[in-house]
């Protein structure tokens, strides 16, 4: 439990001291950034067994969460050995094929509609803290993901998971652990709690809950394009989390100006961390010019998404070795094509694998 992740600034720390220290590519600096991917399935399940059939692995046949999560752990010390820092792990995971039949069926939550927790689902982040605290990774840990919120129809059900998954990860005693609390929040989940003005509440709810005087850094995530958080919501994050999907190296740069321009973040400043944007370099490398941390997200073939990568174009790989993407399942969590090995090239160049 030797990593303890905190913010000085626009700076993120670990252990009191900057991250990547002493870094600058390009003549830009690079300290006190926090590299990342996103990687939410690393914890996944489902309970619906229509749908948990397609999850299959191809070389066993059948599916087994806790193949996936272990899968997972065995790689993080790979990851940190090309300068990675974090990695994005979710409760509710997300997307994996986007197709109606399974996407409005499959069910992948830590939660049960009362509120109750499944175990397996914490078993299985536990030990992903502890692999990631291991190998030197911060987990950025998204507690709430929109389709799977819909089965949760009491807001105060939803208020009390965020306060006891807080307290959960808080006697943990793991200190590298950071909260999105909702995926890409905003109105268009058609639930007002996780609206522009009420997610404050939820933000604020999990920085208010301690133990032994420590509490979690935490913030939520707003979605691609032109999309930011903004007023109550940018004020009470500690960190703020625009994503950069579908966006252009230079529409990015312009969305990252914008935020810096609000009046909630001139008068705070803090570390910028953008934890979903694409698997384009050329969007990590206009970030880090931009002073902003950069997340990896590499959907995979087989899953009906498109934005500026057009995952449709073939379907799912048939074998296990070739299997794409770190988001639609089954994943092969090694860096095993040519888009994974750009991306922690990438990395490596911009960190030294610092």
């Known amino acids: 439990m030797g990593n303890d992740i905190a913010i000085d600034g626009t700076r993120f720390l670990i252990n009191g001291r900057p991250t990547y220290e002493g870094v600058e590519w390009r003549g830009k600096r690079v300290e006190g950034l926090l590299l990342n991917s996103r990687m939410v399935q690393a914890i996944f399940d489902d309970d619906c067994p229509e749908t948990r059939e397609r999850w299959r692995y191809p070389d066993t046949g059948r599916w087994d969460p806790d193949r996936n999560t272990d899968d997972f752990c065995d790689r993080l010390a790979e990851y940190r050995s090309y300068g990675l820092l974090a990695v994005t792990v979710g409760l509710q995971g997300g997307g994996s094929v986007y197709t109606p039949d399974i996407y409005d069926r499959y069910d992948n939550s830590a939660y049960r509609p009362d509120g109750s927790f499944k175990q397996p689902y914490f078993d299985r982040l536990l030990r992903v803290l502890k692999a990631a605290d291991a ?160 997340g990896f997200y590499c959907q995979g073939y087989g899953s009906g998404y498109r934005d500026r990568m057009d995952w449709t174009v073939q379907p799912r790989e048939s074998s296990f070795d070739t299997l794409s993407g770190y988001q639609t399942l089954p994943v092969n969590w090694a860096i095993n094509d040519p888009i994974k090995r750009a991306f922690f090239e990438r990395v490596r160049a911009i960190t030294g694998g610092g």
């Open 135 to 294: 190998a030197g990774i911060v987990v950025i840990v998204n507690y709430f993901y929109w389709k799977h919120v819909q089965r949760i129809p009491d807001d105060r059900v939803i208020v009390s998971i965020a306060e006891r998954v807080t307290d959960w990860l808080l006697g943990t005693g793991y200190r590298n652990i950071m909260v999105d609390l909702a995926n890409e929040a905003g109105e268009w989940w058609h639930r007002p709690l996780f609206g522009r003005e009420n997610i404050p509440r939820l933000i604020e709810t999990v920085k208010s809950i301690t133990l032994n005087g420590r509490r979690l850094l935490a913030g939520s995530s707003s979605g691609g394009g032109s999309e930011l958080a903004a007023g109550k919501w940018l004020a009470a994050e500690d960190f703020s989390m625009p994503h950069g999907n579908g966006l252009m190296p230079g529409e990015l740069r312009a969305k990252i100006h914008r935020l810096r321009e609000s009046p909630e973040y001139v008068e705070r400043p803090r570390p910028i961390c953008i934890n979903e944007d694409s698997i384009f370099t050329e969007n990590l490398d206009a970030a880090v010019e931009e002073y902003a941390s950069w």
